[in-house]
């Protein structure tokens, strides 16, 4: 089983910073997933294929990576943001889902 | 547009079964893998396992084998995921949700349902 290793686990950021969220495999993976979930609703697909913005996702985030490190950057920081972001791996089951990155605001 | 209606949240005594429904529309119901997804409360998410639709083919994440069964049913469109002697460990939120892919990218869950909450308790 891949085991996908997030961090921070928490990061409280003000409107403007930039903020990064890190996805480390524990074997390498071909693309990394991110989703975005906020309290009492279901998870939403953020990011596909390691760096597409999933559709309605403000150009303010990014992903990038390869082989057993990624990452989600959002460039400045906005309110709506605040959220958890979980990433996940497609490359071989059981699909695995890191334990999430809660993004507060400061 | 796609939607994925999960059926109402459910309590259950311990040792009961219980069977969830997810009711696909505004896509063809057989051209996607329905997957079954867990939260505790608080907690992360699990893959349970997926369903391929048109040829009833199913996948489990090892850690779920004979705990939770998926079925499809074609004429309805509805995909279910029944749970097996439920423990408090069962008690969570499970989301159905599509892997989509469409011609040219695989975009992952991009559509998933509401989300039923399984409450174990005597």
């Known amino acids: 089983e891949i085991v996908l290793t997030q961090s921070p686990t928490t990061i409280a950021a003000s409107p403007g910073e930039k903020v990064t969220i890190t996805c480390r495999a524990s074997?390498?993976?071909?693309?990394m997933y991110w989703y975005q979930q906020k309290s009492g609703a279901s998870p939403k697909l953020w990011i596909y294929?390691?760096?597409k913005l999933a559709s309605g996702v403000p150009n303010r985030f990014s992903g990038s990576g390869s082989g057993t490190s990624y990452s989600l950057t959002i460039n400045t920081m906005e309110t709506e943001d605040a959220a958890t972001y979980y990433c996940?791996?497609?490359?071989?089951?059981?699909?695995?889902f890191g334990a999430g990155t809660k993004l507060e605001l400061k | 547009e796609v939607k994925l209606q999960q059926s109402g949240d459910e309590l259950v005594r311990p040792g009961a079964s219980v069977k969830i429904s997810c009711k696909a529309s505004?896509?063809?119901?057989?051209?996607?893998?329905m997957h079954w997804v867990k939260q505790r409360p608080g907690q992360g998410l699990e893959w349970i396992g997926a369903?391929?639709?048109?040829?009833?083919?199913?996948e489990y994440n090892q850690k779920f084998k004979g705990k939770a069964t998926l079925t499809a049913d074609k004429s309805s469109n509805t995909a279910n995921m029944e749970l097996s002697r439920l423990t408090s460990e069962d008690s969570a939120v499970y989301y159905c949700?599509?892997?989509?892919?469409?011609?040219?990218?695989?975009?992952?869950?991009?559509?998933w349902g509401q989300g039923t909450l399984v409450t174990v308790s005597s």
């Open positions: 996940q791996q497609w490359s071989s089951t059981p699909y695995t």
């Open positions: 369903i391929i639709p048109i040829i009833d083919t199913t």
């Open positions: 074997s390498s993976v071909s693309y």
């Open positions: 294929d390691t760096s």
């Open positions: 949700a599509i892997y989509y892919y469409d011609g040219t990218y695989y975009y992952g869950f991009a559509y």
């Open positions: 505004g896509y063809t119901f057989t051209s996607y893998s």
